[in-house]
């Protein structure tokens, strides 16, 4: 049985929802495992209401990566700008990395995941953000060194923050280090590694 809504949602709500039902599905399942019956039927619509918004599984797991990997460099680049000096918006950037792997680890785990990494679209959507999430780091690189070390040095630093994320709040950990240790451990780790770029 289909779980019915008792209201009638607007189109943008209704995908908004549907976008939030299929991040956590997908995230628990898999892409290959899970099947649109799943996610209608948590969402509460029926199949043909949820392929009025996506075309395919595909197509829907496709946005699913756009829309986490949005929200991840919209936190990141928002946050920074709130930093006065470059340490603060360090420190303020990983603090929105960091945030967003807590509060949405199925967002996390669907573009940082096998499923996104394993298939050559998918890779396509996490490449992009993995980018644009560089291009944000790199800004807060002010040694002067060529472009393309620069740019090592960001996608080095996203893969430590990733590194720390799994093993503070994926592998049972958390309990050991607060929010506010990691945020301060690993923009101190950062911030020395790159004073040290011109030794």
Same mark, same amino acid.
């Not at 049985?1 to 956590?24: E, P």
């Not at 756009?66 to 460099?73: F, K, T």
């Not at 950990?173 to 911030?191: C, G, N, Y």
């Given at each position: 049985?289909?779980?019915?809504?008792?209201?009638?949602? =607007?189109?943008? @709500?209704?995908?908004?929802? *549907? /976008?939030?039902? %299929? #991040?956590?599905?997908?995230?628990?399942?898999?892409?290959?495992?899970?099947?649109?019956?799943?996610?209608?039927?948590?969402?509460?619509?029926?199949?043909?209401?949820?392929?009025?918004?996506?075309?395919?599984?595909?197509?829907?797991?496709?946005?699913?990566?756009?829309?986490?990997?949005?929200?991840?460099?919209?936190?990141?680049?928002?946050?920074?700008?709130?930093?006065?000096?470059?340490?603060?918006?360090?420190?303020?950037?990983?603090?929105?990395?960091?945030?967003?792997? =807590?509060?949405? @680890?199925?967002?996390?785990? *669907? /573009?940082?995941? %096998? #499923?996104?990494?394993?298939?050559?679209?998918?890779?396509?959507?996490?490449?992009?953000?993995?980018?644009?999430?560089?291009?944000?780091?790199?800004?807060?690189?002010?040694?002067?060194?060529?472009?393309?070390?620069?740019?090592?040095?960001?996608?080095?630093?996203?893969?430590?923050?990733?590194?720390?994320?799994?093993?503070?709040?994926?592998?049972?950990?958390?309990?050991?280090?607060?929010?506010?240790?990691?945020?301060?451990?690993?923009?101190?780790?950062?911030?020395?590694?790159?004073?040290?770029?011109?030794?």
């Amino acid at each position: 049985m289909v779980k019915k809504q008792s209201t009638r949602m =607007r189109s943008v @709500d209704r995908r908004r929802q *549907l /976008l939030d039902v %299929a #991040s956590g599905v997908f995230a628990d399942r898999g892409f290959s495992a899970t099947i649109m019956d799943d996610i209608a039927y948590t969402a509460g619509v029926t199949k043909p209401v949820l392929y009025q918004h996506f075309d395919s599984k595909r197509a829907l797991f496709i946005a699913v990566l756009e829309d986490c990997g949005e929200r991840l460099v919209n936190n990141i680049v928002t946050a920074t700008r709130e930093g006065e000096t470059l340490r603060e918006q360090m420190m303020q950037g990983f603090t929105a990395y960091f945030d967003f792997v =807590r509060n949405d @680890d199925s967002g996390f785990r *669907l /573009l940082f995941g %096998a #499923s996104a990494r394993n298939d050559t679209d998918f890779a396509e959507v996490t490449n992009r953000v993995l980018e644009h999430f560089a291009d944000s780091v790199t800004s807060l690189i002010i040694e002067d060194i060529p472009q393309e070390e620069r740019s090592l040095i960001a996608h080095a630093l996203i893969g430590m923050a990733e590194s720390a994320a799994r093993f503070t709040y994926l592998s049972g950990t958390s309990a050991k280090i607060s929010d506010e240790q990691l945020h301060a451990w690993v923009t101190s780790l950062a911030w020395k590694g790159l004073r040290g770029i011109s030794d």
